[in-house]
């Protein structure tokens, strides 16, 4: 999806959790999930990567969400169940779910931070 910026924006992510974590580029990917509607969606789409990664022999697979913030029901729904039925019915062993921050009180005190940076100028100061 050259161009986009939200397929641009997730590989970015991707390469900068992946550095951090130390991991090479064969063991982290990316793939979509929710698509929206009847229009063409971003690419590759989770529930089919999945399962193909399955029959390429990768028996064990670790999924996170960093677009989110928080888990949602419909995230949790379609990542716990789907996704991970899709992997273990192709021949996948171990499908392990990395929650989102959520409540953390490190999270919530980042989203401050940035918050109160993004008002900077716009609030008067209290």
Not at 64 to 71: E, I, K, L, N, T
Not at 79 to 84: F, G, H, Q, V, W
Not at 95 to 116: G, M, Q
Request: charged fraction near 25%; include cysteine; aromatic fraction near 8%.
């Amino acid at each position: 999806m050259e161009g986009d910026p939200y397929h641009c924006q997730c590989q970015k992510t991707t390469r900068l959790l992946r550095e951090k974590l130390g991991f090479s580029k064969e063991e982290v990917d990316t793939a979509f999930q929710s698509q929206f509607g009847p229009e063409k969606w971003v690419g590759p789409q989770t529930i089919n990567h999945v399962a193909e990664l399955a029959k390429q022999g990768h028996k064990h697979i670790a999924i996170m969400s960093p677009a989110f913030s928080s888990d949602c029901v419909e995230t949790l729904e379609e990542i716990e169940e789907e996704i991970r039925d899709s992997f273990m019915e192709a021949g996948g062993e171990t499908f392990s779910y990395i929650p989102c921050l959520n409540d953390r009180d490190d999270h919530i005190e980042a989203l401050l931070d940035v918050i109160n940076n993004e008002l900077a100028g716009w609030l008067p100061v209290a």
